[in-house]
């Protein structure tokens, strides 16, 4: 029975997860011609990473993301099994 205090933590989780088995299973049906439309998507994010030099720390800053169709299904999945529970 779904409950209006539910943990935000959880739904990050879920959420994460959908994207996450979303997007390995666009790449997967990447190589299957009739799934192609599964891994269109478009990416966004830094090109270049951001290089930090502290001369005794070296930090590289680099985020990318992958938004595909496979993705966004996985993501409204785990919506649903969220308010499922």
């Known amino acids: 029975m779904a409950t209006k205090d ?3 933590w959880i ?3 879920f959420i994460l997860s959908g994207l996450v ?7 997967l049906a990447s190589k299957v011609d009739w799934l192609w439309w599964l891994s269109y998507g ?3 994010g830094l090109e270049n990473p951001i290089v930090l030099d502290l001369s005794i720390l ?8 992958k938004i595909s169709c ?3 299904i996985g993501v409204v999945l785990a919506l649903i099994v969220y308010r499922k529970i």
């Open 6 to 8: 539910k943990n935000i």
């Open 11 to 13: 739904l990050l989780i």
């Open 21 to 27: 088995i979303g997007g390995l299973l666009g790449e």
């Open 42 to 44: 478009e990416s966004f």
């Open 58 to 65: 070296k930090v590289t800053f680099a985020l990318m993301f």
């Open 70 to 72: 496979s993705s966004i």
